[in-house]
């Protein structure tokens, strides 16, 4: 049936890509106004940020299609490398993924056989795990397969890493779509993908500085 949600969540949905993607572009406008002036010392510089930033962007989008798009194009399918490179890429640089490839999955690691819609809430959790490293750190992403289906476990360690209050409320079942923000829908998106895919997920500090997010998802989805 896919996630149903109001023109509020869209609109804020839409702000929040919005917000990820101005860097980068912007990036790219002044590196094009330093090349456009004569006789520029900096044009080295200012072509290496170009090439950069359009990097940044352009995996950006790759990665708000998978996490935030339909699915269903396709095999419907995709490998776990091929998520690893999505999350990657759209990490700045003050965060690091540890994702190591993991032979006891019941598919290799480059093999198509991954459901999308795993993929897609993998990306959301380390969406959610950034939000919680305010000042950066390391993320770091096992997976098992449990009787229940597959069990993912995000540990996010750094400097002040915690949970927001603002997250913490968006992610509960009565969470009103008027008290979100553009900095909060994506874990309430996150929340609504959970009930329509029918995964349990939770975020908890079990110490200070540290985070972790775990979430089992159905196989069969």
Do not use: Y
Not at 66 to 74: H, R, V
Not at 106 to 132: A, F, H, S, T, Y
């Amino acid at each position: 049936m896919g996630v149903q949600v109001d023109m509020r969540v869209a609109e804020l949905l839409c702000s929040r890509l919005c917000h990820d993607l101005v860097g980068p572009v912007g990036a790219v406008n002044h590196g094009l106004e330093l090349i456009g002036e004569e006789n520029s010392p900096v044009m080295a510089e200012a072509t290496q940020m170009i090439g950069q930033s359009a990097e940044q962007a352009s995996n950006r989008l790759e990665f708000f299609r998978m996490a935030f798009g339909l699915s269903g194009g396709g095999s419907g399918q995709l490998s776990m490398d091929q998520g690893r490179k999505l999350a990657q890429g759209f990490l700045e640089k003050h965060i690091t993924l540890h994702w190591p490839v993991q032979t006891d999955l019941p598919w290799k690691d480059q093999e198509n056989r991954v459901p999308k819609d795993v993929i897609k809430v993998i990306l959301n959790l380390v969406m959610l795990g950034i939000d919680c490293l305010p000042r950066g750190g390391t993320m770091t992403l096992s997976q098992a397969i449990l009787p229940e289906g597959l069990g993912v476990a995000l540990v996010c360690e750094g400097q002040k890493a915690h949970v927001r209050d603002d997250i913490q409320n968006a992610i509960d079942a009565k969470a009103n779509c008027d008290s979100l923000t553009a900095r909060t829908v994506q874990a309430f998106f996150m929340a609504r993908l959970a009930d329509d895919l029918g995964l349990d997920f939770e975020l908890f500090c079990p110490q200070a500085d540290c985070v972790q997010i775990a979430a089992i998802i159905p196989l069969e989805i």
